[in-house]
């Protein structure tokens, strides 16, 4: 079955640095793959998502992520964070055939002023 | 305006009780997922429904039980036999066929039982 792995737990970023949030895939051919964001104690929304083409995908608030196939990553980038951009974010790929999503355990985001 | 509400946002229960989590949704979708939520696990499928009148199992559904007599409802209970029920539930929709349509979420419901 499709998965991804999301490596790194928890980041600290200083508001007006650069961002880079890690997602690796496992699937033999070209994978959908989307970014969540949960606010605390929120639902999930979406940030963006990737089917097929341009490998850089825009998406709201500022994010963009870039699709990989020779690294199998799909990591998501953002070049100036905002306060409120604290959250956690999710990586997911959905498992052909039943139509479900399969998350990355998450990176929680912290913004130091 | 147009998505998906639960409710409540918290709630309590004893040990021992049966609870029901409320999800409904306006979107029109299809499809319909609970989903469980733990620090540090991410989010795990409990029970999910592509069509009113049938739903299959998640990857941890023992404990739970639902129904989708209606498009717009998909209630799920959590029963005496989940062993851990203390989470943070979440209810999502998706509309059209095939991977390409994202799923849709609403606030989430807290639970905890002591």
């Known amino acids: 079955a499709q998965s991804v792995t999301q490596p790194d737990i928890h980041i600290t970023v200083s508001e007006g640095a650069s961002l880079e949030l890690r997602c690796n895939y496992s699937?033999?051919?070209?994978?959908?793959l989307f970014w969540y964001v949960q606010s605390p104690g929120q639902g999930l929304q979406l940030l963006l998502k990737y089917f097929s083409g341009d490998t850089l995908v825009q998406g709201i608030k500022g994010f963009e992520a870039e699709f990989k196939r020779s690294q199998s990553s799909f990591n998501l980038r953002k070049p100036s964070v905002h306060w409120s951009d604290a959250a956690e974010y999710f990586c997911?790929?959905?498992?052909?055939?039943?139509?479900?999503?399969?998350f990355g355990t998450g990176t929680r985001l912290t913004i130091i002023p | 305006d147009g998505g998906i509400t639960q409710s409540p946002k918290y709630l309590f229960r004893k040990e021992g009780q049966n609870v029901t989590l409320s999800c409904e949704q306006n979107l029109n979708h299809d499809a319909m997922y609970w989903y469980r939520q733990d620090p540090g696990q991410g989010l795990r499928l409990i029970y999910y429904s592509q069509i009113v009148n049938d739903f299959q199992k998640g990857d941890i559904a023992e404990g739970y039980s639902v129904s989708r007599e209606k498009k717009e409802s998909f209630p799920l209970t959590v029963t005496s036999a989940q062993k851990n029920p203390t989470a943070f539930y979440l209810c999502?929709?998706?509309?059209?066929?095939?991977?390409?349509?994202?799923?849709?979420f609403g606030p989430g419901t807290r639970l905890t039982v002591t």
């Open positions: 699937y033999g051919a070209t994978p959908y």
């Open positions: 997911a790929v959905p498992n052909f055939g039943n139509e479900k999503l399969t």
């Open positions: 999502a929709s998706r509309g059209g066929t095939g991977v390409s349509y994202e799923q849709y």
